[in-house]
């Protein structure tokens, strides 16, 4: 219906309290048990993090490792709120925000804003000397928006079959993506998206950024902008963040935190508790 779109998004999160901030948020959240009942998200990411723990043996370590990860390449992100470095010492020992999370598990509340140009192909090589990159796929999936309503706590039904009809979409696996940006609004929600997405069998996630695969220079690169966790996450602008690292990245010009050939990026964002998703796959020209 257009040529050229724009899309924008904003968040202003600190002109209000701590608790305006949990409420607002929270109406992403089951209102008649899950609000109601007065948990809020780090309740919620953590009961999917003991469920996590449970069924495959996750451990502390192993989330405050995503931390860590996101932390070190926050720290070569000018745009990061928390740009700097930590250790998994540290994130164990910080403030316990809800069981197993700390404060250094979970993303901050934060102000920012974002905005992307969407043209035709040939039409973008007109109007800019950039890079053209190319959305070769854009999906979107639901699922219960209470977490009590589900089968299993520890997997994101939306965000893998967001992934699958994705994947699909753009013919491609998950071994032909190059770099991801996914949802880390949690540690543990870093670990289920990549399982959901195919990047790591169910379970195995938890070790991943622990190993190193998950680290720029890894086997897949995941939030090498820093993600939510170092980055920041201004709600709502969140999305198109993770669609300008990409873009950024395939255009070769994340400086420090360039991940070296990448060709094909994919973001993942996610609302709740992942009650719904998006994927896109971004391609360079």
Known sequence: MSDIVLAGGVEKMTDIGGDGATFALST???AEYEVYNGVTFPGLYAMMAVAHMD?????RE???????KNHANGAKNPHAQYPFELTVERVLNSVMIADPLTILDCSPITDGAAAVIVCPLEMAKDLTKNKPI????S???????AL??????????AVAAAGELAYAQAGLSPSDIDLVEVHDCFTI????????????ERGKGGASAESGETAIGGRIPVNASGGLKSKGHPVGATGIAQIIEVTKQLRGEADKRQV????IGMTQNMGGTGGSCVVHILGAE
Do not use: M
């Open 28 to 30: 992403a959240a089951d």
């Open 55 to 59: 069924a495959y043996g996750t451990t």
């Open 62 to 68: 192993q989330l405050a490792a995503v931390s860590v």
């Open 134 to 137: 190319k959305v070769l796929a």
């Open 139 to 145: 999906t979107h999936a639901t699922d219960t928006i």
């Open 148 to 157: 009590h309503s589900r089968e299993n706590l520890a997997w994101l039904g």
């Open 189 to 200: 929600a870093e670990v289920c998206a990549i399982e959901a997405l195919g990047f790591f």
């Open 260 to 263: 070296e050939g990448a060709k």
